[in-house]
């Protein structure tokens, strides 16, 4: 008996914008988080090798929204995602960030501008994306082993059930059927920029 057919997962927002200036006009991504996003690109250029696409995280919203978003600079378009924050970036567990660290053991998640290292495989959360940190608020990304990996706790159905995504130990998790694009479109020596 072949097995009942799975739900296919609804696609993903995908707009497009301006191409010069990376203008939203959806709304989407918050004016200031592009700006800094931008200049972090300009100013980390000597590390972030790839100038295609860059991705941000914008922390200032609640973990079940999208908010990771890819963007195309050629082609001019965002596409948006979730992503967690860090158990101790959220005590209280409502699902918003509300403190950030670059401390090890703290379980926050860092702010700043990180490049993408390559697509890598773990022990613990099977495949993901390496990340090193370019500023002094997340150096130590590596040896604390924030990286972007997909979690139950960031899948549909959790956050369905919870009304909320889960918390990592700082990594940018996502759900894994997201991980899969990601992982591949990430690369090595992209810009991911988090902000709050």
């Known amino acids: ?18 191409q010069q200036s ?16 931008r200049a972090a690109l300009d100013t980390h250029g000597h590390r972030v090798s790839l100038r295609d696409r860059m991705y941000v995280v914008d922390f200032q919203k609640f973990s079940g929204t999208d908010r990771l978003y890819e963007i195309d600079l050629h082609g001019g378009w965002v596409t948006a995602y ?29 702010l700043g501008a990180y490049v993408t290292a390559g697509a890598s495989w773990g022990p613990q959360q099977g495949p993901n994306v390496l990340l090193d940190g370019l500023e002094y608020s997340n150096n130590l990304a590596r040896p604390r082993a924030i990286i972007v990996h997909g979690a139950d ?10 009304g909320k995504l889960g918390r990592s130990y700082g990594c940018f998790s996502c759900s894994h059927a997201d991980l899969a694009a990601l992982r591949e479109r990430m690369g090595d020596g992209r810009l991911l920029f988090a902000m709050n």
């Open 1 to 18: 008996m072949a097995p009942p057919p799975q739900p296919a997962m609804p696609p993903r927002p995908t707009v497009a914008v301006a």
């Open 22 to 37: 990376i203008i939203d006009p959806h709304g989407l991504i918050r004016p200031d988080l592009l700006q800094r996003a």
């Open 82 to 110: 979730r992503t967690t924050h860090g158990r101790g970036s959220d005590p209280r567990h409502n699902g918003y960030a509300e403190r950030f660290s670059n401390e090890p053991d703290s379980h926050m998640s860092s």
């Open 153 to 162: 706790y960031a899948d549909p159905a959790f956050l369905a059930r919870e």
